[in-house]
């Protein structure tokens, strides 16, 4: 009798545990089509200039826009939260590359803190100006494309903004 009921709740946990697993990932993080709303966080590593942190929150938020995406200034009315790093990258062998390489990088997290979507670029440009416009032109873009895969995926039919 003991040999059964064990061997029954055995199969029973083993017949569950892919229906608990389905059910526990699909709440763990909105898909990516459902963001439109996007709140900007500080930068993780702050600019040295004060110029550099409004430049790049100005392309940031003009980049989205160009997308659809709504930038909101508050974190509670946003569907989710992008987080950045820009960087110089350092030198090799002590000689900075000529011109000068910066790496961008992103990650859009869920409210709830969950990681949607993250992309790293490298950019070389003179213009430190120029360079995070051309950085942060690729980080958008490949969100928004990332984004539209998450829509075809669930079965809508977008173009080339978020609706």
Known sequence: MFLRTVTA???LLFCLTPALARSTAGAAAPALHKVTKIYISKQENLPQDVD????LDR???KELAKYGFVVVDDREKADAVLFG???EVSPVNGRAPNPPKYRYE???ESIEGAVLWKATSLVSNRS???ADQRGLEKIVGGLFKEWKKSATRAGIVVGNKVS
């Not at 550099?52 to 430049?55: A, G, H, L, M, W």
């Open 59 to 61: 392309v940031m938020r």
């Open 128 to 130: 430190k100006a120029l």
């Open 85 to 87: 790093i820009v960087n």
């Open 52 to 55: 550099s942190e409004v430049r």
């Open 9 to 11: 709740l055995t199969v």
């Open 106 to 108: 992103y990650r859009l």
